[in-house]
């Protein structure tokens, strides 16, 4: 990690400056990372790191044509905002080809399957709406996915003692061992997901990320029944309010 801190001395523009310059700099990145963090958990040097690379200028990478040569206007009124939004779908879409190829001899069938389980690893138990929030997913949607996992007997179920109403799911020995069994190959699809970036833009993708994730999280959890234009408005707010 800290190979990737002196990667970063590296890259920053340190002609004429003294090493104390350079020291001064990122003291006062520091600064303006801790008055920018958003988290449920006290930071890190990586996620420090990821701030101080994000915040450096890279070249352009080499990129594909997407566009043809017909109706300009459409491609003139592709704004970055759009063009990084398309981005992030059509990587998802990469990586869930890599999932499904690790998924290939396994009883876990889907990368939601998977998910859930990873989830409840680490949890001795979850309500089944804590678990499917956790997930970022519709309630119907959650409720098939832990259906498909009791069948598998992958989790199991039972009454919530401090709330009739509501039912606890855990996962089971069966679902701890298929789990241990996939994970390296997890390993695989991270790597193959990263593909040729460098370990300081990997740290700097982690970090944006996490804060993109972070910020998106409240508005799913408090406001995903408005319309659009409706959370166009509300996001606008809590981004005043940071």
Same mark, same amino acid.
């Given at each position: 990690m800290y190979s990737c801190f002196y990667s970063y001395i590296y890259n920053v523009n340190v002609v004429g400056m003294s090493r104390k310059e350079v020291l001064t700099q990122v003291i006062e990145h520091l600064f303006e990372f801790d008055n920018q963090y958003q988290g449920d958990k006290d930071y890190n040097m990586a996620d420090f790191l990821g701030y101080l690379n994000s915040s450096q200028d890279h070249p352009p990478p080499s990129?594909? $044509?997407l566009a043809g040569g017909e109706e300009e206007w459409v491609r003139d009124n592709q704004d970055?905002? +759009?063009e990084i939004a398309r981005m992030l779908v059509f990587n998802y879409r990469?990586? /869930?080809m890599y999932f499904k190829k690790a998924l290939k001899e396994s009883n876990i069938n889907t990368l939601d399957e998977f998910s859930f389980l990873i989830v409840l690893m680490t949890y001795p138990f979850l309500t089944k +709406? $804590? @678990?499917i929030?956790? @997930?970022i997913m519709e309630k119907t949607s959650g409720v098939e996915v832990i259906k498909r996992l009791l069948k598998q007997e992958l989790i199991y179920e039972f009454d919530n003692p401090n709330d009739k109403r *509501? =039912?606890?799911v855990a996962i089971t020995p069966k679902g701890k061992t298929e789990l241990s069994e996939l994970l390296p190959k997890m390993g @695989? /699809?991270? *790597?193959? /997901?990263v593909g040729n970036l460098k370990p300081t833009e990997i740290s700097s993708l982690s970090f944006l990320l996490h804060k993109l994730d972070y910020y998106h999280n409240e508005i799913f959890i408090n406001y995903k029944s408005l319309s659009l234009e409706d959370l166009f408005k509300k *996001? $606008? =707010?809590i981004k005043k309010s940071i």
């Amino acid at each position: 990690m800290y190979s990737c801190f002196y990667s970063y001395i590296y890259n920053v523009n340190v002609v004429g400056m003294s090493r104390k310059e350079v020291l001064t700099q990122v003291i006062e990145h520091l600064f303006e990372f801790d008055n920018q963090y958003q988290g449920d958990k006290d930071y890190n040097m990586a996620d420090f790191l990821g701030y101080l690379n994000s915040s450096q200028d890279h070249p352009p990478p080499s990129a594909r $044509e997407l566009a043809g040569g017909e109706e300009e206007w459409v491609r003139d009124n592709q704004d970055q905002n +759009t063009e990084i939004a398309r981005m992030l779908v059509f990587n998802y879409r990469y990586a /869930v080809m890599y999932f499904k190829k690790a998924l290939k001899e396994s009883n876990i069938n889907t990368l939601d399957e998977f998910s859930f389980l990873i989830v409840l690893m680490t949890y001795p138990f979850l309500t089944k +709406t $804590e @678990l499917i929030n956790k @997930l970022i997913m519709e309630k119907t949607s959650g409720v098939e996915v832990i259906k498909r996992l009791l069948k598998q007997e992958l989790i199991y179920e039972f009454d919530n003692p401090n709330d009739k109403r *509501s =039912i606890m799911v855990a996962i089971t020995p069966k679902g701890k061992t298929e789990l241990s069994e996939l994970l390296p190959k997890m390993g @695989l /699809v991270g *790597s193959m /997901v990263v593909g040729n970036l460098k370990p300081t833009e990997i740290s700097s993708l982690s970090f944006l990320l996490h804060k993109l994730d972070y910020y998106h999280n409240e508005i799913f959890i408090n406001y995903k029944s408005l319309s659009l234009e409706d959370l166009f408005k509300k *996001s $606008e =707010i809590i981004k005043k309010s940071i």
